[in-house]
């Protein structure tokens, strides 16, 4: 009896000692599955080219907006090093305050997008990121019947060609897919924070170029057409 106690407690160890190795076995061989499947994937993917149609509507609708296009690089569907440059104007009048400015300036963004996915190959992207930005810029304002602060009677105003910059921060959250062959389209939602600013010399500006409004809020976003190359 004891014999066989013995024979069947060695039987029912090398049968769990059998399974414990085929399942570390099958793990490895698992891990070396994903590691080789990783390594075939090149290291650039691809280049895509995009413009943004929001900064489009605005200049369609209101007295102020940017025109603004982006050069994406792929790497392994998961790093996406981003370059940002556009162009950003103003040309207002406030009715009630009888005051006007214009300003146009260049501005660029430079940054890194990661594609979050736990599929890094979808069609569906979603991106958490970061930019870098800067603008350099000049601009008009002028007043008509503005109070002398002194003297108290109506005088104009005028300022031209007042040099300013600004540097800020944004933090990127956005999604694209591919709609039919390279092209595809995809939003963004950002989150603007100043670094540096140089207003000039006659108070806070009213439009900077890229940046947006002066005093408005610091949420922003872009809605952009892509061409995957």
Same mark, same amino acid.
């Given at each position: 009896?004891?014999?066989?106690?013995?024979?069947?407690?060695?039987?029912?160890?090398?049968?769990?000692?059998?399974?414990?190795?085929?399942?570390?076995?099958?793990?490895?061989?698992?891990?070396?599955?994903?590691?080789?499947?990783?390594?075939?994937?090149?290291?650039?993917?691809?280049?895509?080219?995009?413009?943004?149609?929001?900064?489009?509507?605005?200049?369609?609708?209101?007295?102020?907006?940017?025109?603004?296009?982006?050069?994406?690089?792929?790497?392994?569907?998961?790093?996406?090093?981003?370059?940002?440059?556009?162009?950003?104007?103003?040309?207002?009048?406030?009715?009630?305050?009888?005051?006007?400015?214009?300003?146009?300036?260049?501005?660029?963004? &430079?940054?890194?997008? %990661?594609?979050?996915?736990?599929?890094?190959?979808?069609?569906? !992207? =979603?991106?958490?990121? +970061? /930019? *870098?930005?800067?603008?350099?810029?000049?601009?008009?304002?002028?007043?008509?019947?503005?109070?002398?602060?002194?003297?108290?009677?109506?005088?104009?105003?005028?300022?031209?060609?007042?040099?300013?910059?600004?540097?800020? &921060?944004?933090?990127? %959250?956005?999604?694209?897919?591919?709609?039919?062959?390279?092209? !595809? =389209?995809?939003?963004? +939602? /950002? *989150?603007?924070?100043?670094?540096?600013?140089?207003?000039?010399?006659?108070?806070?500006?009213?439009?900077?170029?890229?940046?947006?409004?002066?005093?408005?809020?610091?949420?922003?976003?872009?809605?952009?057409?892509?061409?995957?190359?």
């Amino acid at each position: 009896m004891l014999s066989n106690r013995i024979s069947s407690f060695i039987s029912r160890a090398a049968a769990i000692s059998l399974l414990l190795a085929s399942a570390v076995s099958a793990s490895a061989d698992s891990r070396e599955q994903d590691k080789a499947e990783t390594d075939t994937i090149p290291l650039f993917r691809n280049v895509a080219v995009s413009v943004d149609a929001i900064g489009l509507g605005q200049l369609a609708i209101s007295d102020y907006g940017q025109y603004e296009a982006a050069l994406r690089v792929n790497l392994r569907d998961k790093y996406f090093p981003v370059v940002e440059i556009g162009y950003g104007r103003a040309d207002a009048f406030d009715v009630t305050t009888k005051v006007g400015y214009k300003t146009g300036a260049p501005y660029g963004k &430079l940054g890194m997008d %990661f594609n979050i996915l736990k599929n890094k190959h979808d069609i569906y !992207r =979603l991106y958490a990121g +970061f /930019r *870098y930005a800067l603008t350099y810029y000049k601009f008009d304002v002028y007043g008509t019947d503005v109070t002398d602060p002194v003297w108290g009677d109506k005088v104009d105003y005028r300022a031209e060609d007042v040099k300013c910059n600004y540097h800020w &921060l944004e933090g990127v %959250f956005g999604v694209d897919a591919k709609i039919w062959g390279p092209f !595809r =389209l995809g939003w963004s +939602f /950002r *989150y603007r924070f100043r670094v540096a600013h140089n207003d000039g010399t006659v108070g806070n500006t009213w439009y900077v170029p890229g940046y947006g409004k002066q005093g408005a809020t610091r949420l922003g976003g872009t809605f952009n057409v892509i061409l995957e190359l």
